[in-house]
């Protein structure tokens, strides 16, 4: 399937959104919610775009809106430019001075004052954290309360029942605004604490013994990937010989 | 032909006393000749519960208001003679009379979707029976479903729930679709503050909703539906149930419905109470169990909807047209209302008005006639300012379009929306900057929060109404308002984020010069905000009587005897207790 961003000719999928084929086309279009490894929440609006239908141009979220043969976009209309720029300034407000709000600041050269003067959690509520966990299948934080009070967290603030510390949430997290404490004993993340799996061959930390104990079920001996490469070198060295 | 006596028994009606009067009813006809004795129905709301309990008598259709229990001999004394005239209503001349329609509250009425409610008892599934039930779904069964939406589509009938989508239209969508598995929904959740139509349809005729969605059913190919009703909502919900359990028990719901071969069956789902839960995404996703948040909707729920399934969502009112339509035929209902929008609204109509209650006019009334002659007016000789229609996330209408006729285009093309019917008026007292303080800190609340420019951009503008409220806005401000009314209105996913500036655009629109006022002047012109307001004693006037001191809560008022008091303004915290309490009139805000 064809399609155009701004006269330039992309070729997209079935299934594939806006933003699907954009990204993989490496055509930019900003959007801090949306990632390709986890499911889609439509909350940041910063991806909103154009489409021809009817006749008429039409605003939309590239990360939710299929594509269709021949379908025209336009991202460089004033609705699109004025959309984008309020709502970056939205974002800074939540997380000012984070290099990745700072970063589509600066590209849309966009004068850097909060509209709100908090402080701020620097949490964009994008959502991306609770999908990746929801992915693990282990759904141990989501969003509480609704309107101007949401946020993310465990069930009543209280340490993550089911987390098991595997730090996924932060890793995908555009603003790394989840606070994660690791050091020679252990993590704490969402109000609990974790003790290291360290290798038995090296001593090298993992990860955290629950993440690890969720991996690999049988109660596999805790091996580094280093130490299990050499392992395994050894081994076909035994077997064939130098 | 039997005497009946229609005790009002609406949720208004039972707050104040209806269920006492019912029972003293019973007793006292007890004693009444066997075969004059009048027959006593409970029924739903009449509308006007201000003035509740409410009773009528029919045949004669003499209305009686705020009936107490020692009224009852009185009444039925007067069965065969003159009325009681103490508790008739008295007109805008004084004149006590009789029968609603002479009442200027009910003369411009034109009741479609309330055509039951008051007159039926709504548990009573003979009452409906009567009342003409059922015919239109008996003719609907007899007809080809594309036949039936048709019908609908030339009725004109669109969506009440706020939208205004054409319902045959919408239906059409969905019968076009092949699926096997489809929903039909009846949407009562009626999450806007003060809104209280669907409630009193639900509760007073609860089988005309019912009779409308199997309609809608049958029409589109669904075997299976879900009302979602508020979950506050009591005598609702025990109305509805019990209009499905008689309806299953009379061959109207279930398989082989009246022998046509066609199965409906449905069930009632509470809704948690949120606001944003009755946006249609967000109630589906609520059925579902899952959190009720509206989702993107680039695929229509007619296609996709309930657990992926082809779905219509009514409202409860759009439904409860249905069966008039299908019994009197879409002729008569296009025949009233507006070129765009046909047959009737419900409105509750409340706040600075002589006359406040539930109403059913014809589209195309005017807000004047509405306001003016069924309202009876604004109380205490004040004037009229300004109108917000559709709820929290509606507009205001101002004096100068008092004689807008109001349908779905007009009030959208005046910066102000439908909704679901909700009217309040306000006097010349209001402030309209702290209005629309008032309604985003309502929507900042009621937000699901999901998306950034529906929950930051509204808590932005509450922070600059806020600031405007206090004397701290700047003339900048009102750019930034507007920036991020656009922006918000523009990109939030759901209709609440694209609507909810309403309320500080058409304020903007209209009363641009109080906005100024607050902001250059630092003055409130409407005397309401705290903190730009100054309570002075007129010395002229001042009786020296004292008082005032005994109220003020932080001693900022001082005297002597036999001079005038003078406030502290530094210790004033605005309170306006000295004000109300001066018998003289001595004390003004400024
Ligand atoms: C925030 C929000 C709240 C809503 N609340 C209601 C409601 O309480 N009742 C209702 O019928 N429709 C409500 N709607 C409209 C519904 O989404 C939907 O359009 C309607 O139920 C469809 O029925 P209709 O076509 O008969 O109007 C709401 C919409 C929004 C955006
Ligand atoms: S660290 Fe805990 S909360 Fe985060 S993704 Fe892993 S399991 Fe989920
Ligand atoms: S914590 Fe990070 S990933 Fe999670 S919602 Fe906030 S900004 Fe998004
Ligand atoms: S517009 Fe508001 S209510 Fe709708 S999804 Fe966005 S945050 Fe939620
Ligand atoms: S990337 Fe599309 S809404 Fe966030
Ligand atoms: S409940 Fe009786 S008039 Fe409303």
Known sequence: MKFTIDGLEISAEQDDTIMDASRRAEVFIPGLCYSSSTEPTHSCRLCMVEVEEKNSLRLVAACAYKVKENLKVVTTTERVSKVRKTILKHLYSMAPENPAIMELMNLYKIEKAPIIKEKKSHCILCGRCVKACEKLGISAISTVNRGVTKEINTPYGKPAEYCMGCGSCSEVCPTKCITIKDNEEGRTIWHKHFEWARCEKCGVIVTTKEHFANSNPNNTPVVCPVCKRRYMTDVFADTFGE | MTKKILVCCGTGCLANGSQALVDQFYLETKKLDVNIIPQIKETGCNGFCENGPMVTIVPAHITYYKVQPKDVSDILESLDKEPVTRLLYKDDSGKPVTSKEENPFYALQHKIVLRNTGVIDPS???????????????????????????????????????????????????????????????????????????????????????????????????????????????????????????????????????????????????????????????????????????????????????????????????????????????????????????????????????????????????????????????????????????????????????????????????????????????????????????????????????????????????????????????????????????????????????????????????????????????????????????????????????????????????????????????????????????????????
């Not at chain 2, 439908?418 to 800190?441: F, P």
């Not at chain 2, 309502?442 to 806020?466: N, Q």
């Not at chain 2, 600031?467 to 996913?493: F, M, N, Q």
């Open chain 2, 124 to 590: 009573c599934f003979n009452d409906y029976l009567e009342a003409g039930g059922y015919v239109g779904l008996t003719k609907a069964l007899a007809m080809e479903p594309i036949k039936i939406i048709e019908e609908v589509e030339k009725s004109g009938l669109r969506g009440r729930g706020g939208g205004g989508f054409s319902t045959g239209l919408k239906w059409r969508s969905c019968h076009e679709i092949t699926g096997e598995f489809k929903y039909m929904l009846c949407n009562g959740d009626e999450g806007d503050p003060g809104a209280f139509m669907d409630r009193s349809i639900m509760e007073g005729d609860p089988h005309s909703v019912l009779e409308g969605l199997i309609i809608g059913a049958y029409a589109i190919g669904s075997h299976y539906g879900f009302l979602y009703i508020r979950d506050e909502y009591g005598l609702a919900l025990k109305h509805m149930q019990k209009a499905i359990d008689d309806a299953k028990a009379n061959g109207y719901l279930g398989n082989n419905i009246l022998g046509s071969g066609f199965n409906f069956s449905c069930e009632i789902v509470r809704g948690g109470g949120a606001f944003v839960c009755g946006e249609s995404s967000a109630l589906m996703a609520s059925i579902e169990g899952r959190v009720g948040e509206p989702r993107v909707k680039y695929i229509r729920s007619v296609e996709k909807g309930l657990f992926d399934s082809p779905t219509v969502l009514s409202n409860v009112e759009s439904l409860a047209n249905i069966p008039y339509i299908m019994t009197n035929g879409a002729e008569n209902f296009a025949s009233i209302g507006t070129k765009g929008s046909k047959g009737t609204k419900v409105f509750s109509l409340v706040g600075n008005v002589n006359r406040t209650g539930l109403i059913e006019v014809p589209m195309g009334i005017t807000l004047r006639q509405l306001i003016f002659q069924i309202g009876g007016g604004i109380p205490n000789g004040k004037k009229f300012k300004a109108a917000q229609t559709g709820g929290p996330s509606g507009g205001c209408i101002p004096e100068e379009l008092l004689d807008l006729e109001i349908d779905f285009d007009s009030l959208k093309e005046k910066g102000s929306i439908m909704g679901s019917g909700g009217i309040i008026v306000m006097d010349e007292n209001t402030c309209m900057v702290e209005l629309a303080r008032y309604y985003m800190k309502f929507l900042t609340e009621e937000s699901c929060g999901k998306c950034t420019p529906c929950r930051e951009g509204l808590r932005a503008m509450l922070d600059i109404l806020t600031r405007i409220c206090e004397g701290k806005g700047e003339l900048s401000d009102l750019d930034l308002l507007e920036e991020l009314a656009y922006v918000t209105s523009e990109a939030s996913l759901c209709e609440l984020g694209k609507t909810a500036p309403n309320p500080v655009l058409s304020s903007l629109k209209y009363f641009r010069d109080e906005y100024l006022a607050h902001i250059v002047d630092k003055r409130c012109p409407a005397g309401v905000c705290p903190k730009l307001i100054k309570y002075e004693i007129i010395p002229d006037k001042c009786k020296f009587c004292g008082l005032c001191v005994k109220v003020c809560p932080v001693e900022a008022i001082t005297g002597k005897p036999k001079t005038p008091y003078i406030i502290n303004q530094n210790k004033c915290i605005r309170c306006g207790n000295c004000k109300s309490t001066c018998a003289f009139e001595a004390i003004y805000v400024e």
